[in-house]
Structures are given as structure tokens and as C-alpha cells.
């Protein structure tokens, strides 16, 4: 299905569909999308961050717990996510920390492998905002957590460059976001050095699956294309409507 624009929704209508597209990604996680020992849960913050969330449910360095198990996810090597471009980040060198989300774990202790962050237009309303959640991501990945970053919004002054710009600013990258696809999904593998894998897209642009990380060689693909379709098809009618309208002829 076709990218809306969702500058046509107010911000707690999109919360709306945010929340929803989680509740899909979840279920369809959890019906067979993950080998056996991962499990998908919805998951919120309270406050701004959470400062123990990664200390008590990232793996460790040598944590060989966290390794996918033989059959499980889809080999990097021989099936290498099929995004636009491949980001590898040397400069990381930086600690920070990981609102509603979707996390990834193992079933054996519950283990945080993975998370998938819908970008609210709040994320890049302001730089305090964009690095708070910058932050959050950075943290992550350098905890030893992926990280899927969907963001279906247009760029702001805070983040003329969008948000994968800005998160590999943090280790030494300079990304340029192209203006005619001005929206982005980008997979963040925690790996030494951490490996970007970004989709631009535009409005319009088909929603492709994009690839969530269990272990920097092996990853999941997460259906976002069919659980958007099904989440806009679920969304409510009027809002349907104002979201799925033709633009105005000038």
C-alpha cells in the first residue's frame, strides 16, 4: 500500500494509528514472524527515559545467550537486507538511553534483543525533542539492542535531514536525506562498528518490509506493509477519509 500523508492528521490522530500499528506488528510478530525462543511486546516509557531499562535487559558483550538460534531469522550474508543503502558508523563512542514501542526478546529470561519505534511527529518538533529520541536509539545500539526506526513524518528545521542524519551524526556520519524522498526507514544493527540499513521513501512509495536485527549476522523481516494496509483499513471513517483524500487542484 501507498505511503499516506500524515501531515493530515492531527498528532493524537496519528497517536491513534501509531498505537494500533503496533498492536498489528505484534500480532503478526508473534503468529510466526520470529523463530521459536523470541517473543514481540508492547512496551511503554514513563517520564522521558528510562535509565535502567538497557542496564537490566541488554546482553551483554559476551552474552553468546543472545544468539539467534540454528534456522532462526534470515542470514545477512546470504540474504542481505534489500534497502537502498548500507551505513556502517566508526565513530561511536557514546552513551545515552531507551513512550509506546514494540520490544523484541528472548524467550529464554526475557532477554531485550530489539526495538521498533513508530516516530511521532513530537519526536522532531524541536531539538530537545530529536535528541531525546536520538539519544534513545544511540543508547540502544551501543547496549547491544537494534533498533527499527519508522518515520512516515516530513522533515523539520530540527531535523532538516531527518532523523537518520541526525543518529549518525552521533557516530561520525554525515547522511544527507534527497528532498523528492524525504521520509525514512532505517535498521540500526548493533555491531562494531553499528551498520545502518535506510529506505528513503516518499508519499506514494509502496511501504516495503524492512529488516529488525536478532544478532548482528540474522534478522526478521517485520511485515509493515501488510499491517499498515490493515491498520488503515481499520482506522476510523472520517479519519480514513481526510488521510486517503485526493490533494486540491491548483
Do not use: C
Request: glycine residues 8%; without cysteine; hydrophobic residues 40%.
Amino acid at each position: 500500500m501507498p505511503v499516506h500523508d500524515f501531515t493530515r492528521l492531527s498528532s493524537d490522530a496519528f497517536r491513534g494509528f501509531h498505537n494500533a500499528w503496533l498492536t498489528r506488528l505484534y500480532d503478526a510478530l508473534n503468529a510466526g514472524a520470529m523463530p521459536n525462543g523470541y517473543y514481540a511486546m508492547i512496551e511503554s516509557e514513563t517520564g522521558e527515559v528510562v535509565p535502567d531499562l538497557l542496564a537490566l535487559h541488554a546482553p551483554a558483550a559476551d552474552d553468546k545467550s543472545a544468539d539467534v538460534p540454528p534456522g532462526g531469522g534470515v542470514a545477512v550474508a546470504t540474504a542481505p537486507p534489500p534497502v537502498a543503502e548500507r551505513r556502517e558508523y566508526r565513530g561511536a563512542a557514546r552513551t545515552r538511553t531507551p513512550r509506546k514501542y514494540l520490544a523484541v526478546r528472548r524467550a529464554d529470561g526475557g532477554r531485550l534483543v530489539g526495538l521498533v519505534e513508530v516516530v511521532s511527529r513530537a519526536n522532531k518538533d524541536r531539538p530537545a525533542s530529536v535528541a531525546q529520541f536520538v539519544g534513545k536509539v544511540v543508547s540502544a545500539v551501543e547496549a547491544g539492542v537494534h533498533v527499527l526506526v519508522i518515520d512516515l513524518y516530513p522533515p523539520t528545521p530540527s531535523a532538516p535531514d531527518g532523523l537518520p542524519a541526525e543518529i549518525g551524526a552521533e557516530w561520525g556520519d554525515e547522511y544527507r536525506l534527497n528532498p523528492a524522498t524525504p521520509l525514512t526507514l532505517a535498521s540500526y544493527v548493533a555491531d562494531d562498528p553499528p551498520v545502518a540499513y535506510i529506505q528513503p521513501l516518499a508519499v506514494g512509495d509502496d511501504l516495503p518490509d524492512m529488516p529488525l536485527f536478532l544478532d548482528p549476522g540474522h534478522y526478521v523481516n517485520v511485515p509493515l506493509a501488510a499491517t499498515y494496509a490493515e491498520n488503515v483499513a481499520r482506522f476510523p471513517a472520517p479519519l480514513r477519509r481526510a488521510l486517503e483524500a485526493m490533494p486540491e487542484q491548483t
